[in-house]
């Protein structure tokens, strides 16, 4: 069974730029992955930054950007404020109806 | 503004039925696809299952560990969507969330409803 791999953890300055990734135990990630990304904070829901690989929801910051980077889908962030420590999410759509997500990142803003 | 309010969350036992609604406000809920995704205490996100819209065919589709058990429905009259959960077992034990989709991606998701399973 494929694994949606992503970083367990990840540590910026704050004004600094980091990007963090979300792979497969197994092959490439494409755009008919329909990769996209979420933000979540203790004890609050999710919420969308990314989807479609490259387009960010509403009322997300232009800070957010998503690619594929090589062979895997990618977020960056740029300007990183204390208010990014979250821990993100991935999800891959894999065919057949089914989507998987990632194993998270959480990221420290410090 | 689009909102989504789940209920029906609760303790149940190992091999009980829990029957968890989402009431979707703020968009044409017939026309959209929504998802349930699931996150155990500590744990990760967890894709539970999918539907599409009645006009995209209705179809559901569902993760492996609750295939067979879990089944997604909806009531576009009252713009309400189900998640009928069989055969509870311990690890069902999460937070469950509804979500609205934009392609095979989640977009707006609601605040969660608890789930426990225990003895």
């Known amino acids: 069974q494929t694994v949606v791999t992503q970083e367990p953890s990840f540590s910026v300055s704050p004004g600094g730029t980091v990007t963090l990734t979300c792979g497969l135990s197994s092959g490439s990630v494409s755009t008919t992955y329909y990769p996209s990304w979420y933000q979540q904070t203790p004890g609050q829901a999710p919420r969308t930054l990314i989807y479609?690989?490259?387009t960010r929801s509403s009322g997300v910051p232009d800070r957010f950007s998503g690619s594929i980077l090589g062979n895997k889908a990618a977020l960056t962030i740029t300007g990183a404020q204390a208010n990014d420590e979250s821990d993100y999410y991935c999800?891959?759509?894999?065919?057949?109806?089914?989507?998987?997500f990632g194993g998270g990142t959480k990221l420290t803003v410090l | 503004e689009v909102q989504l309010v789940e209920s029906g969350g609760g303790s149940v036992k190992p091999g009980g039925s829990l029957r968890l609604s989402c009431v979707a406000s703020g968009f044409i809920f017939s026309n959209a696809w929504m998802s349930w995704v699931r996150q155990a205490p500590g744990k990760g996100l967890e894709w539970v299952g999918r539907i599409k819209s009645k006009t995209d065919g209705g179809a559901t589709d569902y993760a492996a560990p609750v295939k067979g058990r879990f089944t997604i429905s909806r009531d576009d009259s009252n713009n309400t969507l189900y998640l009928q959960m069989n055969s509870l077992k311990t690890e069902d034990t999460a937070i469950y969330y509804c979500t609205t989709n934009n392609y095979y991606s989640m977009d707006v998701w609601g605040q969660g409803t608890t789930v426990t399973v225990s003895s």
């Open positions: 479609n690989t490259n």
């Open positions: 999800i891959l759509y894999m065919g057949s109806g089914i989507s998987v």
